[in-house]
């Protein structure tokens, strides 16, 4: 059985989760991590999110540049998060650089 979430994200029943989102990929923010995640954490979270999206480990020939995209894609999104969220009231977590 599928479950649609009210944000839209579908989950087998009796699959593990943790609100909705993959187990493997970890917070990369203070206070669950305590210093600035480094550019391999979060394209190593990237490549994870991708690689549950579409179903693939590792894709096909046919498929790889666009696969590769989205990772970039999906890294560059998380940094840019990362670097404008302030965890309560606090600085940004980044100095713009």
């Known amino acids: 059985m599928i ?3 009210d944000f839209g994200w579908r989950i ?4 593990r989760q943790t ?8 917070t990369l923010r203070p206070p669950v991590q305590p210093e600035e995640a480094t550019e391999e954490e979060i394209r190593a979270a990237a490549l994870q999110y991708v690689r ?3 179903g693939f480990r590792a894709p096909a020939a046919h498929n790889r540049e666009v696969f590769e995209r989205a ?3 999906v890294a560059s999104a998380t940094a840019e998060l990362l670097d404008g969220l302030e965890v309560r009231g606090g600085a940004a977590r980044r100095a713009a650089g």
């Open 52 to 54: 549950k999206v579409s």
């Open 19 to 26: 609100e909705g989102m993959c187990r493997s990929i970890k």
């Open 3 to 5: 479950r649609l979430f």
């Open 71 to 73: 990772v970039e894609a």
């Open 12 to 15: 087998a029943e009796g699959a």
